[in-house]
T-cell receptor
Framework: DAGVIQSPRHEVTEMGQEVTLRCKPI?????LFWYRQTMMRGLELLIY????????DSGMPEDRFSAKMPNASFSTLKIQPSEPRDSAVYFC?????????????FGPGTRLTVL | AQSVTQPDIHITVSEGASLELRCNYS??????LFWYVQSPGQGLQLLLK??????LVQGIKGFEAEFKRSQSSFNLRKPSVHWSDAAEYFC???????????FGGGTRLMVKP
């Protein structure tokens, strides 16, 4: 299996621009998670989906952030408009329900820099 | 709500020395506990997990962790550290949401030659 795939790996943009981060979960996984990692705040859960439905988006910082999962194999995290404080590494992770608490498999992350 | 505390932000050990990374959790019921490792520029990789049963769990790369309910701890250990173990280590807990992980702040491990 290829694991969780994220693109792009690096993104540099200017303040005010729209940014779209992409994630392909592991085939067969029914949970998908978006995290943000910064030096100041560590790892934060932004939102997670179960069977393509958003379950908890309480971690999404502002209305500028939105996430979608149109099908089981693809999700996007969009920031519009972007701001310098959004600079961080964004991780996508997926897991599969198997009767207990389950391991999350993480992608390599997208390093976002907003100038 | 559950929470995780990793008291040590940085730890430096000599290669070949033993290692213990501390993790304390707060959760009302029996938690599901995890240790992840993150190498520079990489995503997180699972080292080991505890769900139930034997309180001493073995993981990959020679790591083990012991669940101590009385101390609300899940410390990670390795008897002999290798230079390649230098990385950041995260303890995490899953609570009643089933699949939502709550992470500790991480411990950055440096290994001296």
């Amino acid at each position: 299996d290829a694991g969780v795939i994220q693109s792009p790996r690096h993104e540099v943009t200017e303040m005010g621009q729209e940014v779209t981060l992409r994630c392909k979960p592991i085939s067969g996984h029914d949970y998908l998670f978006w995290y943000r990692q910064t030096m100041m705040r560590g790892l934060e859960l932004l939102i997670y989906f179960n069977n393509n439905v958003p379950i908890d988006d309480s971690g999404m910082p502002e209305d500028r952030f939105s996430a979608k999962m149109p099908n089981a194999s693809f999700s996007t995290l969009k920031i519009q408009p972007s701001e310098p404080r959004d600079s961080a590494v964004y991780f996508c992770a997926s897991s599969v329900t198997s009767g207990g608490a389950n391991e999350q498999f993480f992608g390599p992350g997208t390093r976002l820099t907003v100038l | 709500a559950q929470s995780v505390t990793q008291p040590d932000i940085h730890i430096t050990v000599s290669e070949g020395a033993s290692l213990e990374l501390r993790c304390n959790y707060s959760y009302g019921a029996t938690p599901y506990l995890f240790w992840y490792v993150q190498s520079p520029g990489q995503g997180l990789q699972l080292l080991l997990k505890y769900f139930s049963g034997d309180t001493l769990v073995q993981g990959i790369k020679g790591f083990e962790a012991e669940f101590k309910r009385s101390q609300s701890s899940f410390n990670l250990r390795k008897p002999s550290v290798h230079w390649s173990d230098a990385a950041e280590y995260f303890c995490a807990v899953v609570g009643n949401a089933g699949n939502m992980l709550t992470f500790g702040g991480g411990t950055r491990l440096m290994v001296k030659p």
